[in-house]
C-alpha cells in the first residue's frame, strides 16, 4: 500500500470508528438506549472517516484558527450534505433530518450543526489528529496490517449491504 495513501486509510478507519462510538453514546444519552446509527452493520460512521481525511488534507496548524475553522465547517457541510443526498435520492433512507433547524437547506445540512462540526473538528484538528498521525508513525506495521483487515471488513459489509 502506497505509504501516503496508507495513512489516509489509517485515517479514514479510526475515525469512522470513533464517530460509530460517539454517535452509539450520543445515541445513548438522548434516546437511552443501544441504537447502530450507521448505515452499515459493522462499527463505523464512513462519514467521519470521510470528513477526517478531508482536514486531515487541507488543515495547516500555522494557519490561524479561525481560517482552519472555516474550512472545517465547509468541509462538514459538503460532507454531510453529499452523505444525505446519495443516502435519500439511491438507497431511499433518510439519514437525519435539519427541517426545524434554523437556516437548513432541504432538512441536509444546516448552519448550526455546520458550527458544531467546526469546533469538533477544529478540536480534533489540534489536540487528536496528531496523536492519531504519531500512532500511526510509531506503529506502521501494524496499523498497515489493520488497513488491509478493516478494508477486507469494510467492502465485505458493503457487499453484504448492496445485498440485503
Excluded at 69 to 87: D, Q, R, W
Excluded at 148 to 160: C, G, P, Q, R, S
Amino acid at each position: 500500500m502506497n505509504k501516503k495513501l496508507a495513512i489516509y486509510v489509517y485515517l479514514f478507519f479510526t475515525a469512522s470508528i470513533l464517530g460509530w462510538i460517539g454517535e452509539v453514546f450520543f445515541g445513548l444519552l438522548i434516546n437511552h438506549k443501544l441504537v447502530n446509527p450507521g448505515t452499515l452493520c459493522g462499527m463505523w460512521c464512513p462519514i467521519y472517516g470521510v470528513a477526517c481525511v478531508l482536514i486531515a488534507l487541507v488543515f495547516k496548524k500555522e494557519d490561524n484558527k479561525i481560517k482552519n475553522f472555516f474550512k472545517i465547517v465547509i468541509i462538514s457541510l459538503v460532507v454531510e450534505y453529499i452523505s444525505a443526498f446519495i443516502s435519500e435520492e439511491f438507497f431511499d433512507h433518510r439519514l437525519w433530518d435539519y427541517s426545524d433547524f434554523f437556516l437548513n437547506f432541504q432538512g441536509r445540512i444546516c448552519l448550526s450543526m455546520g458550527i458544531l462540526f467546526g469546533v469538533i473538528g477544529l478540536a480534533f484538528s489540534y489536540f487528536l489528529l496528531p496523536k492519531m498521525i504519531a500512532f500511526y508513525e510509531k506503529n506502521k506495521k501494524q496499523c498497515i496490517c489493520m488497513n488491509y483487515v478493516l478494508l477486507f471488513l469494510f467492502l465485505t459489509n458493503i457487499v453484504i449491504e448492496c445485498i440485503i
